[in-house]
């Protein structure tokens, strides 16, 4: 995050914001209106996969208004963007409208945390638009009220979200800057669809799994394990507990009443082979799936070419995207560029 | 079972027992060596799979021989065998060695329930040639001693494995014959391969997965719900907990250490699939599996060609087996017949 001085009266913002991958994951909420998570969660942020959103409050207008990728939003997605724009009306005290005009670089809704990106980039360009003084670490517990995972979209690099108790506790900090550890997320993009079961049901579902409690009460000491690896660059622990976690929560959601399946046949035809290929072929390289069919494959940023072309062999025609792990949320200017 | 006179002086007998399909599943032992199951059971039996064996008892061979198919067995499969004939030589005080000839229709280790089918015939047909006064029960108690789920191949139709906590308070029975209800088993056979990890392995690293515990303690309660839908007929709630129990098992593999992998793509395919057919198309049927890729589709009879049918459109060319709701392990006889 950057601290932008104000330079036009108009309180308009743009700022942009990257999707990010969870290592440790973020499945279930202890509380559902706050989005307090049942356990904290580790990611890192995904440089070429981001959202560029405008915000414009205005006393004239009636209404906020919401455009995604140059439709105007309607039905759920305007009513989850309203309840962001009241929380933060709320914080700051105004009672003005906003216009949010927002661009992804990348599918929605895939499993790629399109909604990371997008709370993220909403709140820091609805703050800066406010020219409000809030810090990062506010910052992170603001976008986790849009969407949980999106307090990770606002440090750089590699990501902790604290679960904390309240709203103030819960929050994330970089544990780590980009540099320290080229590693690239070669993503399989199994489907483009939107899915069936978005995020938000989901997490409300999580507690109907028998497994769940199992998992959260364990995950203290997955994120523990894994931090000491991501810190220490042991990419041999850093596989193997993410793919553990990956399996937890698909574990959990396989087994969620109704259950929810997200991956596709490809999608374990993909996880069975990337495991053969770090196991057998020593190739650095490991997978985790968020709410979505689509296969995260972490790897060393010198082995990511040799990952996509054994993807691209496996399921020719495949579409892959890349990415190297990336900075934090960052406001881009404060005039009107978005249309 | 069925008693059957002795009718010469040679103690020989042939057998046959069923495969089994369990609803409520069988993985985790609290006593690997006794194969003393972490929670009861419940299955069908297979009318259409099974294994005929014959056993002779001899003073003057020198060893145990033992030929699978034609084929004489050795190492760890021949070593398994000697190991229960041992534990029957102790039971009825004999010291004879045995001759074993065995055979089954359809094809071992792909997660069909060979072993259960093979130790539920062995134990009838050796205990038949020696003549040996045994109840089923114990019958049931012995054969789980050769391979856990073959102590559900020897009663007849529906069959409840209990738990126990010692050899003999661990055996099964019948709850239900197999004219109560006549479901069929459709079965996908993704793979014939032989499952690179067998079950008794599996059953040991069942504790490793953190899911287990939480799996084993809920197990008696989805059991119970079972058995009540099985004995009114409910196909709903049986299709509903049937599938439940085989995530929750398949959960607990993928989540050991090292996980364990069952489902190919293609399982995957037909377990979604299964799921839209019951819930879109009001077709009565439900997807469990064992130890292997293979999926069952337990259908009521006059759905069974429906979803043959819909298998074949799925997965034009895939093979699959059939089988009605069988009996328990009879003797087939006292003279010798398979060579």
């Not at 890192?44 to 207008?61: G, I, Q």
Request: a positive charge; glycine letters at 6%.
């Amino acid at each position: 995050m950057q601290a932008v001085k104000a330079d036009s009266n108009r309180n308009i913002a743009r700022a942009r914001a990257h999707s990010n991958i969870a290592f440790i994951k973020y499945w279930g909420n202890r509380d559902q209106q706050l989005r307090l998570p049942a356990s904290s969660s580790l990611s890192m942020n995904l440089a070429d996969l981001y959202t560029t959103t405008e915000v414009e409050w205005s006393a004239s207008a009636e209404r906020d208004s919401v455009s995604i990728d140059g439709v105007p939003a309607t039905g759920a997605v305007l009513a989850r963007v309203q309840r962001h724009l009241h929380a933060l009306r709320r914080r700051f005290d105004i009672n003005q409208s906003a216009r949010v005009t927002s661009r992804n670089n990348f599918p929605m809704g895939a499993g790629l945390a399109s909604s990371a990106a997008a709370f993220a980039a909403l709140t820091l360009a609805a703050t800066a638009a406010l020219r409000a003084d809030v810090t990062e670490k506010e910052l992170t517990s603001l976008a986790r009220l849009g969407s949980g995972s999106a307090a990770r979209s606002i440090p750089a690099g590699y990501v902790q979200w604290h679960r904390g108790d309240s709203h103030e506790s819960s929050f994330a900090e970089s544990i780590a800057a980009p540099e320290h550890w080229q590693l690239v997320d070669v993503i399989a993009l199994v489907s483009r669809a939107h899915k069936s079961v978005g995020s938000t049901r989901g997490h409300a579902s999580a507690a109907s799994s028998i497994l769940q409690e199992a998992r959260i009460r364990s995950a203290g000491t997955r994120l523990a394990a894994l931090k000491r690896a991501l810190l220490q660059r042991d990419f041999a622990t850093l596989a193997r507990i993410t793919e553990e976690e990956s399996n937890l929560m698909h574990a959990v959601m396989m087994t969620s009443q109704p259950p929810l399946f997200y991956w596709e046949p490809q999608s374990l035809r993909i996880m069975r082979a990337v495991r053969r290929w770090r196991l057998e072929a020593g190739i650095q390289v490991c997978y985790t799936l968020d709410a979505g069919p689509n296969v995260h494959c972490i790897c060393l940023s010198e082995h990511a070419a040799a990952v996509a072309d054994r993807l691209g062999g496996l399921l020719p025609g495949i579409e892959i995207l890349q990415s190297k792990v990336g900075g934090g949320a960052t406001v881009l200017g404060r005039e009107s560029a978005l249309g």
